[in-house]
């Protein structure tokens, strides 16, 4: 196996001398035997070195920057007990992601609310809870918030999100900060938004917020939202730069990627140099923290051949919707026969899932070496948004999740059972 090839899985994984998959020290033919399929598998170790990386990467080049977890992209309370562990933030959108994130353990001086169409109970929630900031995303937030705070006595922290007009290369689905966007205020907005709170006895403005996309490669694009954002920056104390940095899915998307040390070189410089050093910076990764550490194992049930082989695996778009919703991609592979370079009988494989919809297709072009019936199939890079958009579609409960590390396995999340599919019917 190239290195490449091992980039995209947790880091430590390997092939042990029976050319199985080690994932955290853990045999993945013998997860699959103990957890059962499909499963998401997420390596601890590699999952704490990627926080740790973000913490050290914003400390060398902004000391006492803030750094925290995008939690939409893995809601799940073991994870984020561990980002909290490792002295992160959190950054929830909803107030189903607060009760989340304060149940992990949070300080509410440690979480900040985004959201486009936060409700008065979500409002009130992080009023309540003292949250360290609410991220104001347009006028109506910003009415409901005033007239909420005023009503408890209180002066809430507040940031706007801007947004800077400046489109990253990336796909429609998760493009967030040009012009026409369902995120953020404009500039002209912002500027009477800024105008607003600094006249209000119920809001304390404490920064600006952009966050221009997801899956960003090229790191120019953060200079250009910092010069966009720059104008409006005079008297706060915080600028949060969103997140946005990509993930190799895939071993070719290897060598374009960036690093997280590279990433906040970036970015930091962008601020020093156009708004200066006066203003405390931010970062909310999430994909990035949490991508490359997890896996999903599958089982595969049949084999078929017409004009492609069709490889269909105890899952699917249930548990992995990005390849359905924007053509995301993904490799995958037998976890005790790998593709390495020219294997024999390595076969052009569609992987495919067990839901009746025909887009239901996790990798179009795998290389699978002679796949067959109750193979232990594998999809690196599945730490973000699998476990969060996890949902029952045909009735398939929900995978578990597995904790690996030091050679030793536990379960965090158990595997839904089928009796919970009714659980809520009354």
Not at 97 to 124: C, M, Q, T, V, Y
Not at 144 to 172: C, F, K, N, Y
Not at 359 to 376: E, K, R
Request: proline share 4%; aromatic share 6%.
């Amino acid at each position: 196996m190239s290195a490449d090839q091992l980039a995209v899985y947790p880091r430590g994984s390997a092939l042990n001398d029976r050319g199985h998959l080690v994932l955290g020290g853990c045999d993945a033919v013998d997860l699959a035997r103990e957890h059962g399929t499909p499963a998401y598998v997420v390596v601890e170790p590699d999952l704490r070195e990627q926080a740790r990386a973000y913490q050290r990467a914003f400390e060398a080049h902004a000391p006492g920057a803030h750094v925290s977890f995008a939690s939409k992209a893995c809601p799940c309370t073991a994870v984020l007990r561990v980002l909290e562990s490792e002295g992160l933030g959190c950054d929830v959108a909803s107030g189903g992601e607060l009760a989340l994130a304060l149940n992990a353990g949070f300080s509410p001086d440690r979480i900040h609310l985004h959201g486009n169409a936060k409700s008065d109970g979500e409002l009130e929630a992080a009023i309540g809870h003292g949250l360290r900031q609410v991220v104001i995303d347009n006028g109506d937030d910003l009415e409901r918030l005033e007239r909420i705070a005023g009503e408890h006595g209180l002066v809430q922290g507040v940031s706007i999100r801007v947004t800077p007009d400046v489109r990253g290369d990336t796909h429609d689905g998760i493009s967030t900060g040009q012009a026409d966007s369902k995120f953020g205020l404009g500039l002209d907005e912002t500027r009477a938004a800024i105008d607003r709170i600094r006249a209000s006895s119920s809001l304390r403005l404490d920064g600006l917020h952009f966050h221009i996309g997801s899956q960003l490669f090229d790191l120019d694009v953060f200079r250009r939202a910092v010069a966009a954002i720059a104008p409006l920056a005079d008297g706060v104390g915080e600028v949060n730069l969103g997140g946005g940095l990509g993930v190799a899915y895939t071993a070719d998307q290897v060598a374009g990627l960036p690093s997280v040390d590279e990433y906040a070189r970036v970015k930091v410089a962008a601020v020093r140099d156009l708004i200066g050093d006066r203003v405390r910076i931010s970062d909310e990764p999430g994909r990035s923290l949490v991508g490359r550490s997890g896996v999903t194992l599958y089982t595969v049930q049949t084999v078929k051949r017409n004009v492609s082989t069709w490889v269909a695996v105890d899952g699917g778009m249930a548990d992995n919707l990005r390849p359905m919703l924007y053509g995301a991609g993904y490799e995958a592979q037998i976890a005790d026969r790998f593709v390495v370079g020219g294997t024999p009988g390595a076969t052009a494989c569609r992987v495919v899932g067990k839901h009746c919809e025909s887009s239901d297709v996790l990798v179009a072009d795998a290389q699978l070496d002679a796949p067959a019936p109750g193979d232990v199939l594998v999809t690196p890079v599945t730490g973000a948004y699998g476990y969060a958009m996890a949902n029952t579609y045909n009735g398939v409960p929900r995978p578990p999740v597995v904790f690996v590390g030091e050679g030793r396995s536990r379960v965090v999340v158990r595997r839904e059972r089928v009796d919970e599919l009714w659980s809520r019917d009354v």
